[in-house]
């Protein structure tokens, strides 16, 4: 079975396209492309539907994603089909990706060698986990700050693969960072907008991170 193509990598800013059915299993359906970004890296997926039906869950499996409908579907492998996505979830939550993997970058940055343990992006706020004493939540402000000065900078951000065959990619803003990342990400930081930082207790020895956005 050949593997999906990922135009959610190509173009994150799309809303609509057409696939074809490459698989049936009672509700469960894999297409030969699709913008239906899957639960992975702590990202949540994409809300949305497949000819017309919706999708109750999107999973990996190996270089295939596993879509299953909200019933067993009239179309046939073979079929044509056109996926949507919810566009205002979609962005919400590569705004609060971004800014998860700016913060990250900060921390890494001011804490050579933090362990990470968690990270969860969803449409409401973003958070990052990690084994960390209470130097981490006094740098709160510098981050917050640092943060911010970076979105309004609002430069570039590049995304693309460091090796194609693996489907391995990364991010990368020029004089700030760069991370291997396979989420969607944003073309410029100044769309994340104005967020704020806050923190958990998760914890002895642990310290989380939570970020929202902010009205702007």
């Not at 994409?46 to 596993?66: M, N, P, Q, R, W």
Request: glycine share 8%; net charge negative; charged share 25%.
């Amino acid at each position: 079975m050949m593997a999906v193509e990922k135009l959610f990598w190509s173009d994150p800013y799309l809303t609509e396209a057409d696939a074809t059915v490459t698989e049936i299993d009672g509700s469960k359906v894999t297409l030969d492309r699709s913008i239906f970004f899957a639960f992975s890296g702590g990202q949540e997926s994409d809300y949305g539907t497949i000819g017309g039906l919706s999708v109750h869950d999107a999973c990996i499996d190996g270089k295939e994603i596993i879509y299953t409908l909200e019933m067993i579907p009239s179309f046939k492998k073979g079929d044509s089909v056109i996926i949507r996505i919810d566009w205002e979830r979609r962005y919400t939550l590569m705004r609060l990706h971004m800014a998860a993997e700016i913060v990250l970058v900060l921390v890494m940055k001011m804490f050579p060698g933090i362990e990470k343990i968690g990270a969860h992006i969803s449409e409401k706020k973003s958070r990052l986990d990690f084994v960390a004493d209470s130097a981490l939540r006094q740098t709160l402000p510098e981050i917050e700050k640092q943060a911010l000065a970076l979105v309004a900078e609002d430069v570039p951000i590049i995304s693309d693969f460091s090796d194609k065959t693996a489907a391995r990619r990364f991010w990368r803003i020029a004089g700030f960072g760069s991370l291997p990342c396979g989420g969607t990400h944003l073309k410029r930081t100044g769309e994340i907008g104005p967020l704020q930082l806050g923190r958990k207790n998760i914890g002895k020895g642990k310290e989380r991170i939570e970020i929202e956005l902010s009205a702007s």
